[in-house]
């Protein structure tokens, strides 16, 4: 099972990025999906996830601002960053509960990391 995230990059304070992060392998079903980040110096933290149903959670820094968002189909999982601010400059790494086929249990799966830099 691999976990590819995308998306991330510079922008200004005010813009808006849109981050993915697309589940592939030997994948039979996917429970919770989301997103974390760690800032440089500080413990990762979360920031927003999203159940299979689609109830979602938020840090409560970035709510009203992010929104985050899957597509069950294509084992995906977005988080649409709005109104960013230089604190929101981290690296961001989804994550994923997914059972295998043959498996037993949802393990979690975590992407690469994507860095996202919001600078003037």
């Known amino acids: 099972v691999q976990l590819q995230a995308s998306g991330g990059g510079l922008v200004q304070p005010g813009g808006s990025l849109r981050l993915s992060c697309a589940a592939s392998g030997s994948i039979f079903s996917i429970n919770g999906m989301g997103w974390y980040r760690q800032a440089p110096g500080k413990q990762r933290e979360l920031v927003a996830d999203i159940s299979y149903g689609g109830r979602t959670n938020y840090v409560d820094s970035v709510k009203g601002r992010f929104t985050v968002s899957r597509d069950n189909a294509k084992n995906t999982v977005y988080l649409q960053m709005n109104s960013l601010i230089p604190e929101d400059t981290a690296v961001y790494y989804c994550?994923?509960?997914?059972?295998?086929?043959?498996?037993?249990?949802?393990?979690?799966?975590w992407g690469q990391g994507t860095l996202v830099t919001v600078s003037s």
């Open positions: 994550n994923a509960d997914i059972l295998v086929y043959g498996g037993r249990s949802y393990d979690r799966s």
